[in-house]
């Protein structure tokens, strides 16, 4: 049953897209499944499950983190003005994440277990980028708008949107990649090792998927990783160093690679100058609800009265790591994924590290947790990357 699990939790992950409603109540396929397997953990380990891991989460200094952090999110369900909706957000997004790491806790007992995971996200990761790279070629649909001009050709996979595909696929790279560089292979007998290939595999799919996205954000996200991965590692510090002053003499000697970072970290090109604007009206709207902010799902109605810039739509979230954990959080969300991060790095290290990377700079100009499957993914790579 343990085995079962594990390896169909990463795979489940996209099926949130399937939505339906159990009597009047919304739900989706992957909640669904979530809640099966809690149960099924539960009936397989019996309460001994829960007493292991709550040991578990309190030798590695996980009990205040999460306390802080499932406290930061039922309070924001009463700052919002639509309780019903926000406890459903709450739901997804703390509750039903916490509980799967309350469950992995227990069921990653050593390496055998942390395998079989990573094996399963590994090929989770490879059929996204098979999907999109079935896109690209035209032997898959791509809704519209994102299946012809002026958005031009952008995969998707099975999500709503290319950024979902990349959200996903970029620190689950950055995993990969840090997984390959630090590993020596496995045992095969007394005759060597084998290689770390199917890092390598899920990485190349995941930046595939991300590249096929046109993603700039989950590309600069992977590139960030590869960086901090290479120069954590004392055999590779010179090549993680050759690679930025190749990439910096490039950057002023070639005008058009030039031009095109500087627009990029200037936030000079369209969607750069929307999300300025957006975050301008967030600070505006924050300024006035400094404490706990909009509450959760609560961004679209309470950003209405300071949004001046009526030529561009209100997005769902105002795209910037900081500033979305403020508006659905508070001050005590913004501290608890603080503490979250820091306990991470803490007891992660050199796993955790190209991981936060990718996460804290996807994160600039996107929404790497507030989804279903990213909240959950996020857990999970939590838990693959802890020190024993």
């Given at each position: 049953?343990p085995?079962?699990l594990l390896i169909?939790?990463?795979?489940?992950?996209?099926?949130?897209?399937?939505?339906f409603?159990?009597?009047?109540l919304?739900?989706?396929?992957?909640?669904?499944?979530l809640l099966?397997?809690?149960c099924a953990?539960?009936?397989?380990?019996?309460i001994n499950?829960?007493?292991?891991?709550?040991?578990?989460?309190?030798?590695?200094?996980?009990?205040?983190?999460?306390g802080?952090?499932?406290?930061?999110g039922?309070?924001?369900?009463f700052?919002?003005p639509?309780?019903?909706?926000?406890?459903?957000?709450w739901?997804?997004?703390?509750?039903?994440?916490?509980?799967?790491?309350?469950?992995?806790?227990d069921?990653?007992?050593?390496?055998?277990?942390?395998?079989?995971?990573i094996?399963?996200?590994a090929?989770?990761?490879?059929?996204?980028?098979l999907?999109?790279?079935?896109?690209y070629?035209?032997?898959?649909?791509?809704?519209?708008p994102w299946?012809?001009p002026?958005q031009g050709?952008?995969?998707i996979?099975?999500?709503?949107?290319?950024?979902?595909?990349?959200?996903f696929?970029?620190?689950?790279a950055?995993l990969?990649f840090a997984?390959?560089?630090?590993?020596?292979?496995?045992?095969?007998?007394?005759g060597?090792?084998?290689?770390p290939?199917?890092?390598?595999?899920g990485?190349?799919?995941?930046?595939?998927?991300?590249?096929?996205?046109?993603?700039?954000g989950g590309?600069?996200?992977?590139a960030?990783?590869?960086?901090?991965t290479l120069?954590?590692?004392?055999?590779?510090?010179?090549?993680?160093v050759?690679i930025?002053?190749?990439s910096?003499?490039?950057?002023f000697?070639?005008?058009?690679?030039?031009?095109?970072v500087?627009?990029q970290?200037?936030?000079?090109e369209?969607?750069?100058?929307?999300?300025?604007?957006m975050?301008?009206?967030?600070?505006?709207?924050?300024?006035?609800?400094?404490?706990?902010?909009?509450?959760?799902?609560?961004?679209?109605?309470?950003?209405?009265?300071y949004?001046?810039?009526?030529?561009m739509?209100?997005?769902?979230?105002?795209h910037?790591?900081?500033?979305?954990?403020?508006s659905e959080?508070?001050?005590?969300?913004?501290?608890?994924f603080?503490?979250?991060l820091?306990?991470?790095?803490?007891?992660?290290?050199?796993?955790?590290?190209?991981m936060?990377?990718a996460?804290l700079?996807?994160?600039?100009?996107d929404?790497?947790y507030?989804?279903?499957?990213l909240?959950?993914?996020f857990?999970?790579?939590?838990?693959?990357?802890?020190?024993?």
């Open positions: 049953m085995r079962i169909l939790l990463p795979l489940l992950l996209p099926t949130y897209v399937v939505r409603h159990i009597g009047p919304p739900t989706t396929l992957l909640e669904v499944s099966v397997m809690l953990w539960t009936k397989s380990r019996g499950g829960w007493k292991n891991s709550i040991a578990n989460i309190r030798s590695r200094g996980w009990l205040l983190p999460l802080l952090w499932l406290a930061a039922t309070i924001a369900i700052v919002a639509n309780h019903i909706a926000a406890l459903g957000l739901r997804a997004y703390f509750l039903e994440p916490i509980l799967i790491f309350v469950m992995l806790s069921l990653i007992r050593g390496e055998k277990e942390k395998r079989t995971l094996n399963s996200l090929i989770t990761v490879t059929l996204l980028g999907w999109a790279v079935g896109q070629l035209g032997l898959l649909p791509i809704s519209a299946d012809a002026p050709f952008r995969a996979g099975p999500f709503p949107f290319p950024n979902a595909l990349a959200l696929c970029a620190p689950a950055a990969f997984l390959a560089i630090n590993r020596k292979g496995e045992k095969i007998g007394e060597g090792r084998t290689p290939l199917r890092e390598w595999i990485f190349a799919a995941g930046t595939m998927a991300t590249l096929l996205a046109k993603s700039d590309l600069i996200a992977i960030a990783a590869v960086m901090v120069f954590l590692k004392k055999k590779t510090r010179r090549i993680a050759a930025a002053l190749i910096l003499v490039a950057t000697a070639i005008p058009q690679l030039g031009q095109k500087g627009d970290i200037l936030f000079r369209w969607s750069g100058k929307v999300r300025l604007v975050w301008d009206e967030t600070v505006a709207m924050l300024r006035s609800r400094p404490i706990f902010g909009a509450g959760l799902g609560a961004f679209p109605v309470m950003i209405a009265p949004h001046v810039a009526t030529w739509e209100v997005f769902q979230y105002p910037n790591i900081l500033l979305n954990l403020w959080t508070g001050l005590l969300g913004l501290i608890a603080g503490l979250i820091f306990t991470w790095w803490r007891r992660g290290r050199t796993l955790a590290l190209p936060i990377a996460i700079v996807h994160g600039i100009v929404v790497p507030f989804k279903n499957d909240a959950v993914l857990w999970i790579l939590i838990i693959i990357s802890l020190d024993e």
